[in-house]
């Protein structure tokens, strides 16, 4: 219990850090961009909406530093994100969340089977060395350098385009009203097979290796030996001894790479214009939308905490040592 | 005099499986007779863990066993070799015939499981028929046996102390009644007092039970009270092999008589402590003679070229030494003549 | 994406013998063996490879990349060995210009964000208590807030994101894993005799990072070295493919960004873009292997018994924890001092 309290504040620390990096950016680099588009704005926008951007962005040179953290501060309280600039005046928040869920569910999918499989054919490859086995790693190496958004770019070219089996963009067929019926899900889930695929055959090396060394390193362990001179039955053995053991690292670097996962598979929304977050990140860049664009950021960097604390009670649940200071 | 239950015949292993392996054991003979405590005795690294390990084909990688043959006879009189069982035959027999209590218990007990479970599952494995309530039941006489509650069934094992585990270690073992329990260093990772209530325990098991030990550490004077025989290790074979007592009071080897010597007695005259000059041998170079010829103060030219027999002395005592000092062809049958005074008392 | 092993060993509660191993004897043994293995060495010569065409690149391109000609998109011919763009430029050109932008910047990068590292990690392990409370605390934010979004936005609000500013960026943002692991390899070296001993003899603090701490962590600073360059190319790449960094400067990703926005899937113009991702790939698992290299310097376990396997496979040995293999053969015959019984 207490090991997940202090992860939970110490991710309360990191999203104060990340909100406070967000707010320090625009003010600490060297030009001013906004002010320029705002003087493009002038007239279009209240009051209100211009005294938030002049919030998020510190335009006001006669607030000290500190007034306008405090300022920005109540502003994220009340959800307020600001007024995005290509999509005016719709507010950042909305569209925000409304890209988030499909986000979660690619990205969060994908990387859960990416994880999974990796750590399954790890362990098979680890148990059994110098067999065959060994031969797949150079391939996975290969595809583990390879960028992720190529891979999503060559599977386009030869799925999409080539074959046609799949659709080269997009989240759902256009000509559908996003709804509950099957017809709809259907189409989701056809539009997000070859992003999820492309993710999960990009991503999964990293497992399969992070498995397969722990598993030779827990397999020269005393209590592998220990498990053999029992007699018990080799699948006891390899679960029940050397993968629960294993794969405890494993979740934990699970975690920590939790935020170069996202980075990945955002890149992978651009490629394949799925409507998440990532592909919000990447029109509000190509458009200067920088309100949308710190936006996406904060909610980035505040799910990808959350999915940090999950990893970690995942963790807490598998290693006893966790649960008991002494 | 009981019959045998593990004897090993000419074992060899080898560490490295490439064109120039190290041989760790070169042709080792023991016999361990029903009930009694067999006490394996050597310096680091001579072989004794190594023994332990590749009798029961637990050996980890580099290791290789390249000869001999380990025959074990199990409780309904069946002999056969464990080199040449399957891998069914032999996980039927591991635990249930022969078990071992492994050296470092923290590092032994698998740190995911709970006690409970570590112990039940040994039992499972082999007897797949008994209900999870027989299963706790037989755990929890097991922890009562080496006198811990039965409420620590449900403990981790990073909370208990390093007693308490070792004790644990030896529940386990002992799960299936075995009749071959081999424990590798089971003390040495305790203080003393530590010491004295396990092997007190052990002993008391042993009288209850009835299992035969083999005891591999390298405090002899700990084998000295507590094993019945006594096997001394040197280079990968086995240089002297007596009654306890015997090699206590009447060493043979003169590697022997320098471990003895090694040890201040706590009662009786008073006398300086001899030590082994020399360092321990390099078992990728060793020569054709006797293992321990560079260090040994009476070697003698033969004992350079010509590796000697383990067998019984040329005095005719029911003993094995391996010494050119005691060779009846060598030196003549019957005489004592002409040996050092230490080692012809 | 390969998440770096090195790390994840040492991080790993195991015994002495990873960290005895590979830092006992610092200095030549372990150099020559890193050369034996076979998988460093082929990583090294893509490197070396790769290397020799930033530096000569743009005097050995058969053209200037930007040169527009009428030759418009076409496949790879005798004239132009990878085809042309949209524009009619040259694309083997751009590529091997390219080379040069790309290993600059992930080079910088490394360097800084190894650095940093070094300093961060190392003074946090040695210096404990409150600082090394408040430099984990820091580091471990920075380990957990997602680095390529953060690079994003920080290169998107500054007036130029050129290749040496994007690099220092990536530098600023990519040092905390690195920190991480030295900090946890410092804490345990500290412990040991010969760093208490220097202690002891009153040698002054920055004379024992020096002279006794860093050499014995070469081989993961090494490794970390070579897993922040890696990041540093992909996301530099990434960040020209988003359209982030100027096009003026060449490199592989900006390829890839003219390829994606001028529709050449669709065009069906394989020749634009997949060569750059394939020198991507190449130098990434280049620099994989290397680091495979380093890891199993570090961690002898994870050497493969390739070494063996034909010895294996003849003596018919499957070595299998639990169950050691059992071989007579002739071998024993010639061992010296043999006695016939």
């Excluded at chain 2, 593990?6 to 292993?13: A, P, Q, S, T």
């Excluded at chain 3, 946890?184 to 024992?208: C, H, M, N, P, Y």
């Amino acid at each position: 219990m207490r090991f997940v309290l202090r992860r939970a504040l110490f991710y309360l620390f990191t999203a104060w850090a990340a909100i406070t990096i967000n707010f320090l950016v625009p003010r600490l680099l060297p030009g001013d961009p906004v002010t320029a588009l705002m003087g493009r704005m002038q007239g279009r926008i209240d009051s209100n909406a211009e005294q938030s951007l002049r919030v998020l962005f510190g335009l006001d040179q006669d607030m000290s530093l500190w007034d306008q953290y405090v300022h920005y501060w109540q502003m994220l309280l009340h959800g307020d994100l600001g007024l995005s600039f290509t999509h005016f005046p719709t507010p950042v928040a909305d569209i925000v969340t409304q890209a988030l869920p499909w986000t979660v569910g690619l990205v969060g999918i994908a990387t859960v089977i990416a994880f999974l499989l990796g750590t399954a054919v790890g362990t098979g490859i680890g148990w059994r060395r110098g067999t065959w086995a060994d031969s797949l790693l150079p391939i996975t190496t290969f595809f583990s350098a390879v960028p992720y958004f190529w891979l999503g770019l060559i599977a386009i070219a030869v799925f999409a385009v080539n074959l046609g089996w799949f659709p080269s963009n997009g989240s759902y067929d256009r000509g559908m009203v996003p709804s509950l019926s099957w017809e709809f899900v259907g189409s989701v889930i056809y539009y997000g097979t070859l992003p999820a695929l492309t993710i999960v055959v990009s991503s999964v090396s990293g497992w399969i290796l992070g498995m397969r060394n722990m598993m030779v390193t827990v397999s020269s362990e005393d209590y592998v030996t220990v498990a053999h001179a029992k007699g018990l039955p080799a699948r006891a053995v390899v679960v029940g001894y050397a993968a629960r053991n294993a794969i405890l690292p494993q979740v934990s670097s699970f975690a920590l790479a939790l935020g170069f996962v996202v980075g990945g598979t955002l890149v992978m929304e651009m490629v394949f214009s799925y409507q998440g977050i990532g592909y919000t990140l990447y029109q509000a860049v190509s458009t200067h939308d920088y309100p949308l664009m710190q936006g996406c950021f904060l909610v980035i960097t505040l799910s990808v905490l959350v999915a940090n604390l999950v990893a970690d009670l995942a963790y807490a649940a598998l290693d006893p040592r966790t649960r008991q200071e002494g | 005099m009981s019959e045998p239950v593990l004897e090993i015949r000419d074992l060899h292993v080898d560490y490295g499986f490439g064109d120039d392996p190290t041989h760790v054991l070169r042709g080792v003979d023991l016999t361990l007779r029903r009930g009694e405590v067999l006490g394996l005795a050597g310096e680091s690294g001579c072989g004794k863990s190594t023994l332990a390990y590749a009798a029961t084909r637990l050996l980890p990688p580099p290791g290789l066993i390249t000869g001999g043959e380990v025959w074990l006879t199990d409780r309904d009189g069946r002999r056969s070799d464990v080199l040449g069982l399957t891998d069914a035959q032999l996980r039927a027999a591991r635990w249930r015939d022969v078990a071992i209590v492994f050296q470092g218990a923290m590092s032994s007990l698998n740190p995911v499981f709970r006690i409970g479970r570590q112990l039940t599952d040994g039992i499972r494995a082999h007897r797949p028929g008994l209900s999870p309530r027989d299963l706790e039941a037989r755990a929890a006489e097991l922890l009562e046996m080496v006198g811990i509650s039965a409420d620590r069934l449900r403990a981790y094992p990073h909370q208990l102390s390093g007693g308490m585990r070792q004790r644990v270690m030896i529940a386990m073992a002992l799960a299936l009644e075995p009749q071959v329990l081999l424990m590798d260093e089971p003390t040495t990772a305790l203080d003393v007092v530590m010491q004295r209530q396990i092997l007190e325990q052990i002993m008391e098991l042993r009288d209850r039970l009835g299992f035969s030990v083999v005891l591999i550490t390298h405090d002899v004077s700990l084998l000295v009270e507590v094993a019945d025989r006594i096997a001394i290790m040197y280079a990968g074979e086995i240089v002297e092999e007596a009654t306890a007592s015997e090699v206590y009071r009447r060493p043979r080897h003169p590697y022997s008589a320098g471990l003895l010597g090694s040890f201040p007695p706590l009662r009786g005259p008073r006398r300086a402590l001899s030590g082994i000059p020399g360092a321990p041998p390099d078992l990728q170079r060793l020569g054709a003679g006797c293992p321990f010829a560079p260090r040994c103060p009476h070697a003698m030219d033969v004992c350079r070229d010509v590796r000697p027999v383990l067998g019984p002395p040329r005095t005719g005592e029911v003993r094995r030494v391996a010494c050119h000092l005691h060779d009846a062809d060598l030196v003549g049958a019957g005489t004592s003549g002409g040996l050092p005074p230490e080692l012809a008392r | 994406m390969a998440t770096s092993t090195t790390a994840i060993e040492v991080a790993a509660p195991t015994g002495p013998d990873d960290v005895g191993t590979g830092v006992a004897r610092p200095g030549r043994r372990p150099r020559l063996l890193f050369l034996r293995n076979s998988k460093a060495l082929v990583g090294i010569a893509i490197l070396v490879l790769f290397g020799i065409l930033a530096v000569v690149g743009p005097w050995i391109a058969p053209y200037d990349p930007n040169q527009v000609s009428t030759a418009l998109l076409q496949p790879p011919s005798g004239a132009h060995w990878l085809g042309t763009d949209h524009t009619g430029r040259d694309i083997l050109s751009q590529i091997i210009v390219g080379t040069r932008g790309v290993l600059v910047v992930g080079l910088v990068a490394g360097l800084g964000a190894t650095v940093l590292g070094v300093i961060v990690g190392v003074t946090a392990g040695f210096v404990g208590g409150l600082g090394d409370e408040g430099l984990s605390a820091l580091s471990n934010v920075f380990l957990v807030i997602p680095q390529l979004p953060l690079i994003i936005i920080i290169a998107a609000q500054l007036p130029s994101a050129g290749g040496i500013t994007v690099a220092l960026v990536i530098g600023v943002t990519g040092w905390a894993w690195g920190a991480r692991v030295l900090r946890a390899q410092t804490l345990s070296l500290r412990k040991r005799d010969f760093v208490e001993a220097a202690r002891a003899t009153g040698e002054r603090t920055w004379r024992i990072v020096l002279a006794e701490v860093l050499p014995n962590l070469t081989a993961i600073i090494a490794a970390g070295f070579v897993g922040t360059v890696t990041f540093a190319v992909l996301s530099q790449v990434t960040l020209a493919f988003i359209g982030i960094t100027p096009v003026s400067e060449w490199n592989w990703g900006t390829i890839l960004f003219w390829a994606q926005n001028n529709l050449a899937l669709q065009r069906g113009a394989w020749w634009w873009f997949v060569p750059a991702g394939l020198c991507i790939a190449l130098l990434g698992m280049a620099l994989t292997l290397v680091n495979f290299g380093i890891d199993e310097l570090v961690n002898p376990r994870l050497r493969s018994t390739g070494m063996h396997a034909r010895t294996l496979r003849r003596r018919g040995i499957r070595p299998r924890v639990g169950f050691t293999p059992v071989v007579r053969d002739q071998w024993r015959a010639s061992r010296p001092g043999e006695e016939e019984r």
